[in-house]
């Protein structure tokens, strides 16, 4: 398998633009996660999946932020409008169901730049 | 709320010698933790899992403990090299779905 496949590596934007990001998390996966790392902040949890069902979108920071994961192999992560303070690497992470192991696989991340 | 936090400090470490990170974490108790390996520009990377009813686990030149007493995991690197430098994240998890890190801790080793 390929790994989780993120897209786009590197995005440059201006404030007030749509920005969406891409996932594709290892196939039989059943979680699917959405993580944004910054300096300050370090990783934080946005939203989560569990077979394409959102559980728990308790870290997505505000409105602006929403996330869509039609399929088993395809998830959005949307914001709308951008803001420079979004500016951030999301990484999506997958994870089989496996017990309780909960090992997450992560992608390379989507570096975002809001100017 | 759930607090967890690894030295912020960066660790510089002579080669050969041990590295040991600490994870602490409070206002939860986590069923399991995880370790994870974050190099510049990548993804972190899955390395140790040890659960709640273990107090030690080892993976080659690596050994987690974890003391639910102390809220408390250590994260020791024996025979230290240059390769090992990255950022190691701690993740303590009380249900098997919601994962939450650490700010993470540089480690660099020095030849």
């Known amino acids: 398998d390929a790994g989780v496949i993120q897209s786009p590596r590197h995005e440059v934007t201006e404030m007030g633009q749509e920005v969406t990001l891409r996932c594709k998390p290892i196939s039989g996966h059943d979680y699917l996660f959405w993580y944004r790392q910054t300096m300050m902040r370090g990783l934080e949890l946005l939203i989560y999946?569990?077979?394409?069902?959102?559980?728990?979108d308790s870290g997505m920071p505000e409105d602006r932020f929403s996330a869509k994961m039609p399929n088993a192999s395809f998830s959005t992560l949307k914001i709308q409008p951008s803001e420079p303070r979004d500016s951030a690497v999301y990484f999506c992470?997958?994870?089989?169901?496996?017990?309780?192991?909960?090992?997450?696989?992560f992608g390379e991340g989507s570096r975002l730049t809001v100017l | 709320s759930q607090k967890i936090e690894q030295n912020s400090e960066a660790l510089n470490i002579q080669e050969g010698k041990t590295a040991t990170l600490t994870c602490n974490y409070t206002n939860y108790s986590p069923a399991y933790l995880q370790w994870y390996r974050q190099d510049p520009g990548r993804g972190p990377v899955f390395l140790l899992l040890?659960?709640?009813?273990?107090k030690e686990k080892r993976k080659e030149r690596l050994k987690v403990t974890f003391d639910t007493t102390l809220k408390q995991s250590l994260f020791h690197i024996t025979a230290s090299q240059p390769a090992d430098s990255a950022t190691y994240l701690c993740?303590?998890?009380?249900?098997?779905?919601?994962?939450?890190f650490g700010s993470g801790t540089r480690l660099s080793i020095r030849p």
């Open positions: 040890i659960r709640e009813n273990e």
């Open positions: 993740a303590p998890s009380g249900s098997a779905s919601k994962i939450i």
């Open positions: 999946f569990n077979n394409n069902v959102p559980i728990d």
């Open positions: 992470a997958s994870s089989p169901r496996t017990g309780n192991t909960g090992e997450l696989f």
